[in-house]
């Protein structure tokens, strides 16, 4: 009975060594194969996530023995997240934020594989299969970019000028009207260059066209090109949203009273404004969000270091976060605003987004908890933002005695320039525009 129970014992801890050191090995090739796939997906990741999915089953289907297209992955372009099953092995792809979300497309990949394979002696003991997974993240290097498309963009109206007097705009880059872009009379026709103009006058590297997209059927506006050149026109194109998870981040300090809001210079200190807005004065760099304000004058303010519209301010920039609570007018007819701290190419690799605005100079969300009340440029307006201002919610009108400048990329619900006095609206192109976060990691395998 002794000698039966010792064979009985070494049997299955035969069992227990070969199978177990099967799984183990067959484990560890498995997590070699997922950080390969990781890898070289997340650093194909861009404003989109199929072709990261695409290049991760590539390198998953060279080791295990698959080709793709496989299943739903059918192309570079339709590779969805999901749980693929190939040859014995069972692959799960997603996608998730790294930077609490704020942009709207992932950063981060997730390979998860799965391994059925037949036993060898554990099926003695009841087990015919043997089973090992294994599971790896990676993450882009560097900062998130989320590239600007529009100069200028109203995403649920037109972007007109009503005629009369000598009102006019210019604007310099590409341009989205859901409705008609332009003037309802001729000698007020929105100016546009053929080719994507900086803000400085020059070409865009590479003369890109300049275009208009419209939301819906043919443009019944009236605009030119400055320099006679075409401008091709691209109807029934969807709104852009790509902004809607880009939030800047403010400091956790909250004010409730001016005082306590400035420092001993009197330099308003960015955090949550909980009731009011700053107003006149000079901004610190960071980033604003006002809370619970019914009076959104912003009156005579300028940042406290103020580079010249279009330009980088690093050290300076101010990011204007509004929302849902906000029910007051944003008047910006006197405001001098910088919100640009990195104009930086993507393969520089110094410090960026310092002033954490993400190029943005205002900031109001779309959907339940976005700003949705009304701006304000009244006339003899002396208005010169410079960054990206994002206001899906709101109605944009200006007085046609107004004269404000926008240095970057403006997107409202709707934009009129009332007619009637002798403004001139100009919205000027910054080449290369990105909305752009920080950089907590350096890129390759988190664990």
């Known amino acids: 009975m002794i000698v039966v129970a010792i064979i009985v014992a070494l049997t299955v801890l035969g069992v227990m060594v070969f199978d177990a050191g099967l799984a183990m090995s067959d484990r560890r090739n498995l997590q070699a194969y997922a950080d390969a796939s990781a890898l070289a997906g997340a650093r194909s990741y861009g404003p989109g996530v199929n072709k990261a999915h695409w290049v991760a089953m590539q390198y998953l289907g060279n080791s295990l023995g698959f080709t793709v297209p496989t299943g739903a992955c059918s192309s570079v372009s339709a ?68 590239g600007a498309a529009y100069a200028v963009a109203a995403v649920a109206g037109d972007a007109l000028i009503n005629g009369g007097g000598a009102a006019f705009q210019t604007v310099t880059g590409p341009v989205y009207a ?50 006679g050149g075409p401008m091709p026109v691209t109807p029934n194109v969807p709104p852009p949203r790509n902004y809607d998870n880009a939030s800047p981040v403010a400091p956790n300090v909250t004010y409730v009273t001016a005082a306590q809001a400035k420092d001993a210079f009197g330099h308003w200190m960015p955090g949550i404004y909980n009731g009011f807005a700053p107003s006149g004065g000079t901004m610190n760099g960071g980033v604003y969000k006002i809370i619970n304000a019914t009076n959104l004058n912003l009156g005579s303010i300028t940042n406290t270091i103020h580079t010249p519209s279009g330009t980088s301010d690093p050290t300076g920039a101010v990011a204007i976060v509004l929302d849902s609570s906000d029910t007051g007018t944003l008047d910006i007819t006197s405001a001098v605003l910088n919100g640009l701290d990195d104009l930086n190419p993507p393969g520089y690799t110094g410090p960026r987004d310092q002033m954490g605005t993400h190029n943005f100079v205002i900031f109001g969300g779309n959907g339940a908890g976005a700003f949705s009340g009304t701006v304000a440029v ?7 933002m410079s960054g ?3 206001m899906p919610k709101v109605a944009y009108r200006s007085n046609g005695n107004s004269s404000p400048q926008f240095t970057g990329s403006l997107t409202v619900a709707t934009m009129t320039v009332n007619g009637g006095g002798n403004g001139a609206q100009v919205f000027k192109w910054v080449c290369g525009l990105n909305a752009v976060a920080g950089q907590p990691y350096e890129g390759g395998l988190v664990r």
């Not at 990949?109 to 099926?123: C, E, F, G, K, N």
């Not at 859901?178 to 400085?200: E, M």
């Open 79 to 146: 590779c969805p997240a999901g749980t693929y099953s190939v040859t014995g092995y069972t692959i799960t792809l997603s996608d998730s934020w790294r930077v609490n979300g704020i942009f709207n497309y992932p950063s981060v990949l997730d390979v998860v594989i799965s391994h059925t394979q037949p036993s060898i002696l554990a099926r003695m003991l009841g087990f015919s299969t043997l089973k090992a997974a294994a599971s790896a993240r990676a993450t882009i290097p560097g900062p998130q970019f989320n």
């Open 178 to 227: 859901y409705n008609s872009f332009g003037a309802n009379d001729v000698p007020h026709s929105t100016g546009v260059p053929s080719i994507q103009t900086n803000y400085d006058g020059t070409n865009c590297p590479n003369n890109p066209q300049n275009f208009l997209d419209n939301g819906g059927g043919s443009n019944s506006l009236n605009y030119h090109t400055t320099d």
């Open 388 to 390: 990206i201002i994002y």
């Open 378 to 384: 009244g006339p003899g307006a002396t208005t010169d």
